[in-house]
Structure formats: structure tokens, C-alpha cells
């Protein structure tokens, strides 16, 4: 699937592959708050291991500038890099942890935004992934179904679980609050 | 039809989907579930984006700047590091350490149970892994580490990006860029130098050279602040060695490998102002940094700490 890009995005991505410095600052200005934003949902108790990946996938990504094709918008080869670092740091994180790991239930909060930041992270992770994409990065179907490397009927589906998942788990929150 | 229009719940509650949402008016375990999504939109909508990103421009720049070879022996080193913890974790059928590591906003402090030799707690937001087992091994990488070992000395050892401390029969406090020991004493080593830090004392662990000049917490801060600055820079603002007391002989023992010369040799005429070396060691190897000589000297400043009136 090939999408329309934008000029000065193509412009910005051609001067950062001729060295330019000012442009590739620029262009890390543009993607570092992407990137930030969908690690640290995904990792949301977790910010040093977020702010990891958040470095790994802009030098991933920049560093490798020279094998995008072009194919999408960079924004979206970007997201699938991105969902790509989380997973993988999931895994590495999962085989090397060698504490016994339990999680205390979410204590009482006053604070609205820490119950919503608490249920995102209680989501299955193709949920919390697909609720974060859509509400942090607006992407459209088809951008997310690229970045995820699913159809738009799983995205549609994902999403529908996903937000109802969420609402299911803030009310468990609240009623822990209670 | 229901399943399906489950999957389509999403398209509904934008407005995009009359079909399936003709089918929702119908059905109530549809139009339930249409309210627990809108609800969880509505959730999702409210949550701002964060707005500040922990990452420097500067650190990335720094990384693309890296020559490639570096960069794949990096990343070989890396698969090793995970391979070997892995392949110890696997080898041991019986687990030696069970910890409990707690996220809750409330619990501002993680605790960890050392098997049998201890325990330890970690700030909220730690890093910490275990990376051997003969000696027990952790590795704290960001946040803060408090240790209470009950162990025979060198049983137990956590390791930082820059510094390896090694408990010798005590509690201490550590962090990526320094060590405050509570009770007993510590080995920190790292780089081409070791320093024994005692209770009451704390250390600097200083960025890719190991341990500084221990400094004891009754320690002049004038002379705590010259030592922090000879430690960045290899010189010492010589009127602060004045507020040296025969108690800090160890502090300026150990800061003399860091000076650069002639900052060494005052450094060095304080300290013999303070305390008498050992009969073995001379000025002059000494001011050479022989290894023989230091060693010779701080094991004397261990074993006979100079008290406050004890100056020569």
C-alpha cells in the first residue's frame, strides 16, 4: 500500500540523508515525542525502560534512513519500528527477569489521568498498542494496520475490545477506589 | 451477527458504521458493549499525551557518531551479556534469590529478599537485575539501592555501569554515582583503582573511572566540595586542604592518584601534616603513586583511624 507524502517530509528526509545536522535535529524534534509517547504508554510503570526504547528506536530509525523505501509516510514506517522495540524489550524483559515479579494491585488514587494511565497498562499488549496508536499518533486504520502488519478488520476489532477492555478495567479501578 | 458487529463497535461509536449501528438498537448486549467502548474512548481521549521526551538530541547524536565496528561489538557483547544470564539462570534448578518487586504508586520502596544472606530495597523506578549467583551478583543500573547484608565478607556484590562494590559485612546505600555506608565497610573498584569505604563514609563513583575519594560525613564542606571539584577536574583548591583533619588523612590518601601534579604534592605535604606513614613508605613513592606504598598506607589508615587531636 503506498500513501501520499508530503513534500517537505520528503525534503526533511532527503537532507537528513545528505548529512545535513540542522535536519536531522529536526527530524528527531518531529519523532521524538511520537516514539515517547507510545513507549511509555506501553511500559506505563516503567519510564526509565520507555525513555530505553524511546533512544534505541531514534537511533534505529535514524541511523537507517537510508532503507526507507518510501513506501509509506516515514511517520508510519517510524510506528512500526517503534511497536516493533516494545515487543521485542517485552520479551527480552520477560526471559531475563530472575526476581519473582509480582504486581501490587493499583492503590487507591485520587488522580483521574493515573486510573486511565493504570488500565492502559492492564491491557492485553496487541490492545494496548492498537488504543495507544489511535489516541496518541491518530492514525487511520489502514496507517495502523501497516505499523501493526495486521488487516483493518483485526485493527477495527482490536480497538472495539481494546476500549471496552479499558472501560472495564477502570471501573474495576474505581470500584477499588470506593 | 452479534460477534461481527462486536468487531464494528468502533466504527459505531465514530458514526461510520449505520449498518452495524441499526443491529446495536436492536440488541442490548450490543448496545453494552457500544457503552463500555464510548466509555473507554472517552477515558482515552482525556489522557494527555506526555509532553516531555527523557531523550537528548545530544545522546542520540552521540550514538549515530559511533563507529559501526564499536557499535556491533556493542550489540555482540550485549547478546553475550543476555545469553550468559540466561544460560546461569537456567542452569540453577534451585532458585538462590526470591524477591518481590511491588509497582504500586503507594509503595515508594521495592523489597527484595537475598535468599538467606540478606535483604535489600530499591527506589521505585530501579533497575536492577541479578547477574551471578557465586557471589551473588545484582546490577543497578538507575534509581537507588539500600543493602543490609548479614554475610560473611565478599558474599555479596552489586554491580554498577561504572563501579563494582563489593559488601564486606555491612548496610549501605548506593546509586549509580555513589555509595553511603551505614554500618561495616565496602570495597568499590572500578576502573584501574579499589577504595574501602567505612560507616560513616561515602563515595562518589565517578563516570567511566570507578570509585573517588571517600568522604566521611563529619568532613568539612569546604573540603568535601574541593575534593567533589579535584575529582572532575585533577586540581585542588589548596586553602581547602587546610580544613583537612587528621580524620580525612584517608580522603586525601585516596584522592592523590586523581591530582594532577603539583596539586599532588600539596595534597600529599597536608596529608603528612596530618599523619605519620607507615615506616615502610616514603614521600617519594608516594608522590609516584607505587601501589605498594599506597596500599602499605591505607591499610595502616584502616587499622588505626588518626582521631580529631592526633596530628603529628
Keep these: 500500500m503506498t500513501e501520499p507524502r508530503d513534500e517537505s517530509e520528503a525534503a526533511l528526509l532527503a537532507a537528513c540523508r545528505d548529512g545535513d545536522p540542522a535536519a536531522r535535529r529536526r527530524l528527531f524534534e518531529q519523532a521524538a515525542p511520537r516514539v515517547h509517547a507510545i513507549a511509555s504508554h506501553f511500559f506505563g510503570r516503567d519510564p526509565a525502560t520507555a525513555a530505553d526504547v524511546t533512544q534505541e528506536v531514534l537511533v534505529k530509525a535514524m541511523s537507517s534512513l537510508g532503507r526507507f523505501r518510501g513506501d509509506s509516510r516515514f511517520t508510519t514506517w517510524l510506528h512500526r519500528i517503534t511497536v516493533n522495540a516494545c515487543l521485542d524489550e517485552r520479551r527480552r524483559a520477560a526471559r531475563l527477569v530472575a526476581l519473582e515479579e509480582r504486581e501490587a494491585p493499583a492503590p487507591p488514587s485520587a488522580d483521574e489521568a493515573a486510573l486511565v494511565r493504570e488500565a492502559v497498562t492492564r491491557l492485553p499488549e496487541s490492545l494496548r498498542i492498537a488504543v495507544v496508536l489511535r489516541h496518541f499518533e491518530e492514525l487511520s486504520y489502514a496507517e495502523m494496520a501497516l505499523a501493526l502488519g495486521c488487516s483493518e478488520g483485526t485493527i477495527a476489532s482490536r480497538l472495539s475490545r481494546g476500549h471496552a477492555q479499558l472501560a472495564r478495567e477502570l471501573r474495576a479501578l474505581r470500584g477499588g477506589r470506593q | 451477527m452479534s460477534e461481527h458487529v462486536h468487531d464494528r463497535l468502533e466504527a459505531v461509536a465514530e458514526g461510520r458504521d449505520p449498518e452495524a449501528a441499526a443491529h446495536v438498537e436492536r440488541c442490548a448486549s450490543c448496545r453494552e458493549e457500544l ?278
Design chain 2, 35 to 312: 457503552a463500555l467502548v464510548r466509555e473507554g474512548r472517552a477515558a482515552m481521549a482525556s489522557l494527555a499525551a506526555p509532553v516531555a521526551t527523557p531523550v537528548a538530541w545530544r545522546d542520540v547524536e552521540r550514538r549515530l557518531a559511533r563507529p559501526r565496528r564499536r557499535r556491533a561489538a556493542l550489540a555482540v557483547a550485549a547478546t553475550l551479556v543476555v545469553a550468559s544470564v540466561v544460560a546461569l539462570l537456567a542452569r540453577s534448578p534451585m532458585r538462590v534469590l526470591e524477591g518481590t518487586l511491588s509497582h504500586g504508586v503507594a509503595t515508594t520502596r521495592v523489597h527484595v529478599a537475598l535468599g538467606t544472606i540478606g535483604e535489600a530495597w530499591a527506589d521505585e523506578g530501579s533497575r536492577l537485575r541479578v547477574v551471578g549467583r557465586a557471589p551473588l551478583t545484582l546490577r543497578l543500573d538507575a534509581g537507588s539501592l539500600r543493602v543490609q547484608v548479614h554475610a560473611p565478607p565478599r558474599a555479596f556484590v552489586v554491580v554498577t555501569p561504572d563501579a563494582r562494590i563489593v559488601d564486606l559485612g555491612c548496610s549501605y546505600e548506593l546509586t549509580p554515582q555513589r555509595v553511603r555506608v551505614i554500618g561495616g565497610s565496602v570495597e568499590v573498584a572500578g576502573g584501574d583503582r579499589s577504595v574501602v569505604v567505612r560507616a560513616g563514609w561515602s563515595c562518589a563513583i565517578l563516570a567511566g573511572r570507578g570509585p573517588g575519594a571517600p568522604v566521611r560525613v563529619g568532613a568539612s564542606p569546604r573540603l568535601v566540595a574541593a575534593v567533589a571539584t579535584a575529582e572532575r577536574t585533577g586540581r585542588i583548591d589548596e586553602t581547602a586542604l587546610v580544613a583537612a583533619a587528621p580524620p580525612d588523612a584517608l580522603t586525601l590518601l585516596e584522592l592523590l592518584p586523581l591530582l594532577q601534579r603539583p596539586d599532588r604534592d600539596a595534597a600529599l605535604a597536608r596529608l603528612i601534616e596530618l599523619t605519620r606513614p607507615p615506616s615502610t613508605v616514603t614521600y617519594d613513592t608516594i608522590l609516584v603513586l607505587d601501589s605498594r606504598s599506597l596500599r602499605a598506607w591505607r591499610e595502616e589508615l584502616l587499622a588505626h583511624p588518626p582521631t580529631p587531636k592526633e596530628a603529628p
